[in-house]
């Protein structure tokens, strides 16, 4: 040992390692040989194999071994005595069922005893029995109550708004697309560009309005009589009942499937409708005779003859 360099003196006291040691290599080997044997699981008893001679066996202990727990010592707690607890009442200082200063305390039964005047309450209106009685209003009032309600409904004007989305809207665009012509389409597929039928009824409607404007004022400058009205003709009135109505309805459908029977015989068509214009003819025929048979015989001899 007295032959060894400092250094590597220096490093056998901190370290504790082999050099110069009696242990040789076969011993350390065998030593490892007979931990791992005692051990079920060598993998976890591995650490005992470096012994506590080195330095990394003594880590290794450390580590694993258990022997080295930290003794720590930790303060006691120091836990303060709790007061007994209050049972009822206000006891912000501590005591219990003491008065407390934030409310007043009246005594109802005392203050209600306390003798003081009083005074009769008068009311601020003065009735007489009169005017109990009911009755009607003054015609004066109601004329300036119905003023008031005309002059409101006359002269209210609502905003004026275009519904853009309304029914009439929309029939008036469907107008514009069909009679104002357009060029998606060929001329030769389009209406003529002509008037709109609202556009016409809105023209015929201002004229009247002008004519009758118009007629007013020659009556107020003539007496009250229009030189220039027309003289007044009473409509037609159909005097024939719904049951001479509904026959010459009948007579009408008779004839024109005759006419068109004849139409179709000359064409030479005829074989096919023949048989159909006989049956819808005889069945208002029947209806006919239901209705006026004496009518309905003139009509037959009209139509067929005496042979019918």
């Not at 060894?4 to 370290?15: D, G, N, S, W």
């Not at 015609?139 to 309600?149: L, M, P, V, W």
């Not at 209210?156 to 009679?179: Q, W």
Request: proline share 7%; aromatic share 6%.
């Amino acid at each position: 040992m007295a032959s060894l360099p400092a250094r590597i003196k220096q490093m056998q006291k901190l370290h504790g390692d082999a050099i110069g040691s009696s242990s040789t290599p076969t011993q350390y080997n065998q030593h490892v040989q007979n931990a791992a044997n005692q051990n079920s699981h060598p993998n976890e008893e591995s650490w005992r194999a470096f012994g506590n001679d080195n330095e990394a066996g003594r880590l290794l202990a450390k580590l694993y071994g258990g022997q080295y727990k930290p003794q720590i010592s930790y303060p006691t707690i120091k836990k303060k005595k709790k007061g007994p607890m209050h049972t009822a009442g206000w006891h912000p200082t501590g005591k219990a069922n003491n008065a407390d200063p934030r409310r007043t305390h009246v005594n109802k039964s005392k203050a209600l005893s306390v003798n003081v005047p009083k005074f009769e309450k008068k009311s601020p209106y003065t009735f007489a029995p009169v005017d109990f009685i009911p009755k009607r209003r003054a015609a004066d009032d109601c004329r300036q109550a119905i003023d008031d309600a005309e002059m409101r409904q006359s002269a209210y004007r609502p905003l004026n708004m275009n519904a853009y989305s309304a029914e009439a809207e929309k029939d008036r665009l469907s107008e514009v697309f069909t009679h104002k012509g357009g060029r998606a389409l060929p001329n030769e597929l389009t209406h003529p560009v002509g008037p709109v039928p609202s556009e016409v009824r809105q023209r015929a409607a201002e004229q009247r309005r002008i004519d009758e404007a118009r007629a007013v004022r020659r009556a107020r400058l003539n007496g009250g009589v229009d030189p220039l009205a027309k003289p007044y003709a009473p409509a037609h009135v159909d005097e024939r009942s719904h049951k001479d109505k509904l026959f010459d309805q009948i007579y009408s459908e008779v004839k024109d499937r005759r006419d068109h029977q004849e139409a179709m015989e000359a064409a030479g068509g005829g074989k096919d409708t023949r048989q159909k214009t006989a049956a819808d003819i005889s069945s208002r025929l029947s209806k006919l005779s239901t209705l006026d048979p004496g009518r309905a015989a003139e009509v037959i001899v009209e139509l067929y003859g005496d042979n019918k």
